[in-house]
């Protein structure tokens, strides 16, 4: 390496350096890691609060080959369990069936490996859903839609959740 004798000559070789360790992509308003071949590794979905429950966090979705585990945090939660889901669709317009069960949200935290890949989550339109309670379910407290480009999810109520 030929020697600098300028400090705009060392400037522009720091700020080469640093751009050839940036990478390119999109952000989910959280962190997407890579493995090898650009592949997400794991992502992290932002957990809206919906219902005016006062609840949301993230969700961590690590692959771990054809599986991936999901791991659940909220910042703010019930008392009681709370069913949790990845549902097919958006948090705007979630399937009534859930595609994949989690185990339920108690003192915050959830973790689950669910018997699909990470990838096939990421390409296709999936949301983890948290409900009020076994008892409440079509009250829905904290959404996310899995993606590497997520936005913060809508929040909304319908009429039938004042139950």
């Known amino acids: 390496m030929p020697a600098?004798?300028?400090?705009?000559?060392?400037?522009?070789?720091?700020?080469?350096?640093?751009?050839?360790?940036?990478?390119?992509?999109g952000s989910n308003g959280g962190t997407t890691t890579s493995g090898g071949g650009g592949k997400p590794r794991s992502v992290l979905v932002q957990l809206q609060e919906q219902s005016f429950?006062?609840?949301?966090?993230?969700?961590?979705?690590?692959?771990?080959?054809a599986k991936t585990?999901?791991?659940?945090?909220l910042a703010s939660f019930a008392a009681n369990a709370q069913p949790a889901h990845i549902h097919e669709g958006t948090c705007a317009h979630l399937?009534?069936?859930?595609?994949?069960?989690?185990?339920?949200?108690?003192a915050g935290r959830s973790t689950t490996v669910v018997d699909v890949p990470l990838t096939a989550l990421l390409n296709g339109k999936y949301a983890i859903n948290i409900h009020r309670s076994a008892?409440?379910?079509?009250?829905?407290?904290?959404c996310g839609d899995v993606t590497t480009h997520s936005a913060p999810a809508q929040t909304f109520t319908t009429a039938d959740e004042d139950d």
């Open 135 to 142: 008892e409440k379910m079509k009250v829905y407290v904290a």
């Open 53 to 65: 429950s006062g609840e949301a966090g993230d969700a961590t979705l690590t692959a771990q080959g």
């Open 4 to 25: 600098v004798k300028s400090p705009a000559g060392v400037l522009v070789l720091l700020l080469a350096a640093a751009a050839s360790g940036c990478g390119g992509g």
């Open 69 to 73: 585990r999901v791991v659940i945090d």
């Open 95 to 106: 399937s009534f069936q859930p595609a994949f069960p989690l185990k339920d949200v108690k």
